[in-house]
């Protein structure tokens, strides 16, 4: 039997703090406000204010990281506690908490997405329909047909009289001999197919089916003034493609198969579906959302190193060991299935900028290439080394902001 707690803080009571291991728990604000501080958000970011029906600490409970904010009561508080074993139990006889904090979550990495394109790339993606041919003309350059062709198809289909529609056209059927593009338009079929190097889903395309990744991986990227960036790598477990069923709203990113791929695709019915009589495969959804989340929230901490490519690589690629969970220790070793270019990608490093970086990156110390992945032969050195360079640019930007 469901058996809650509540927990009572006095005004000026730190709740939560940054850094905290061991989250076994969230809390859910019945009464009075907080103000929450976000880590790694750029030095002058003003705090979020929650009050009753808000949560706080999910990100980090349901993730198993530390946490990433630090919550103050600004009044007499009083927040129900839900342990992580208990989520499961909490949404088989409360549905919506879970709805509203999965809306939530994925309402929050739409917004950290644009964050990141902002603070990373200096400009924010268009959400306009010319961006799917932006991306098809990005991946024809590259010769990536069949990723060209898909969304070539899909700027065709959402506008067939749009100022880019008769070159759209032509290089579509021009590329339809070469191309390996499957799943065009959308289908019920619960079980897909996709051979490496295809498109799943191009930024700003309508379509509401989320996805369930049962073999292969997917990037998930956008493209902010001809530069792509990557935003996660995604294998087996993962799900992709639930803020444009939850929201309603075009895809936010593009997803592409890296390897072969079988996928699993859920639709609106089979969501709701799902949310109504499988509570272990809606946690682990909530799961996986607070797992990503975090990783952007570490993310917004790469883009303080904007003005250092290798120290920016550097992190990433701590960012990326964190995210493992392996006990790190004094020479604990490490062979990821990255390639420096993944990491200069993720980063969201130009053309010109990796033909510079990756060179040096690769002569990095702290680095070796096994078969063209990353082999890491001491992690801790490498997590003390990103750690180093984001403390000295958190510096530097207070001290700036002092100046003014």
């Known amino acids: 039997m469901l058996q809650l707690s509540f927990v009572n803080f006095r005004q000026g009571t730190y709740i939560l703090v940054e850094g905290k291991e061991n989250t076994d728990r969230f809390l859910i604000i019945q009464s009075g406000n907080v103000k929450v501080h976000i880590q790694n958000e750029r030095p002058g970011t003003p705090p979020q204010v929650l009050g009753p029906g808000d949560f706080i600490g999910v990100i980090s409970c349901m993730s198993q990281h530390s946490q990433i904010e630090t919550v103050v009561a600004m009044s007499d508080v009083v927040c129900i506690s839900v342990l992580r074993d208990q989520y499961t139990e909490l949404i088989e006889k409360n549905t919506p908490v879970a709805m509203k904090i999965i809306r939530t979550f994925a309402h929050r990495m739409r917004v950290l997405n644009e964050t990141l394109m902002v603070q990373t790339l200096s400009d924010s993606s268009s959400d306009l329909p010319d961006q799917i041919y932006n991306v098809a003309v990005y991946y024809d350059n590259l010769k990536n047909y069949s990723i060209a062709s898909f969304a070539y198809y899909q700027y065709i289909k959402l506008c067939k009289t749009g100022p880019h529609a008769q070159a759209a056209m032509k290089r579509f059927v021009a590329l339809k001999s070469v191309s390996k593009a499957v799943y065009l338009e959308s289908n019920q079929d619960l079980l897909r197919i996709y051979p490496k190097d295809t498109m799943i889903m191009t930024e700003c395309q309508s379509g509401a089916d989320m996805f369930i990744i049962q073999e292969g991986q997917v990037k998930i990227s956008k493209l902010v003034n001809g530069t792509e960036m990557t935003l996660a790598m995604l294998k087996k477990g993962d799900m992709f493609g639930e803020m444009a069923l939850l929201e309603n709203k075009p895809r936010s990113a593009s997803a592409i198969a890296t390897e072969d791929c079988r996928l699993m695709t859920v639709n609106k019915s089979n969501f709701n579906q799902m949310v109504a009589t499988q509570a272990q495969l809606v946690a682990r959804l909530t799961i996986m959302l607070a797992e990503r989340l975090w990783s952007m929230h570490r993310q917004l901490a790469n883009t303080m190193l904007s003005g250092n490519p290798l120290a920016k690589m550097t992190d990433m690629l701590a960012l990326q060991v964190e995210k493992t969970r392996i006990e790190i220790k004094k020479s604990t070793e490490y062979q990821t299935s990255l390639t420096i270019d993944d990491i200069a990608t993720m980063c969201g490093l130009t053309t010109q900028e990796k033909n ?49």
């Open 356 to 404: 510079l970086w990756i060179f040096k990156f690769q002569s990095s110390p702290l680095i070796k290439l096994v078969k063209g992945k990353i082999f890491i032969p001491d992690c801790l050195e490498l997590i003390k080394q990103a750690d180093f360079y984001r403390k000295q640019a958190v510096k530097s930007i207070v001290a700036e902001l002092k100046e003014r």
